[in-house]
Nanobody
Framework: QVQLQASGGGLVQAGDSLRLTCSAS????????ASWFRQAPGKEREFVAAINWDGSNTNYADSVKGRFTISRDSAKNAAYLQMNRLKSEDTAVYYC???????????????????WGKGTLVTVSS
């Protein structure tokens, strides 16, 4: 059983940067694909980014490519989402998740994630 906790959200202005942290405990997080999803008010949860177990492969939603970077630190049992050049449309609750899958290609499917953490709110003012 893996427990996940997302942190690092806050209120920023458009163009600013923010770094989210996903802290994991229990289970085998370091062997799972780690992902970030987000849910904006009134919208469905959407995929943001994913990284495989050793960081050699990543996958990003088109809306964040070139602005967001996902990474992980196995020694710290954590994953990160560096968000640069934030836009108002990035405002959402951000969730970290992990799945017992080997390919980041299927990570955008929420049903492939086995564990979810509570979200952290990111608000970008324009």
């Amino acid at each position: 059983q893996v427990q996940l906790q997302a942190s690092g959200g806050g209120l920023v202005q458009a163009g600013d940067s923010l770094r989210l942290t996903c802290s994991a405990s229990g289970g085998s997080f370091r062997r799972h694909v780690a992902s970030w999803f987000r849910q904006a008010p009134g919208k469905e949860r959407e995929f943001v980014a994913a990284i495989n177990w050793d960081g050699s492969n990543t996958n990003y939603a088109d809306s964040v490519k070139g602005r967001f970077t996902i990474s992980r630190d196995s020694a710290k049992n954590a994953a990160y989402l560096q968000m640069n050049r934030l836009k108002s449309e990035d405002t959402a609750v951000y969730y970290c998740a992990c799945g017992r899958i080997t390919s980041v290609t299927v990570a955008p499917l929420p049903g492939r994630m086995d564990y979810w953490g509570k979200g952290t709110l990111v608000t970008v003012s324009s």
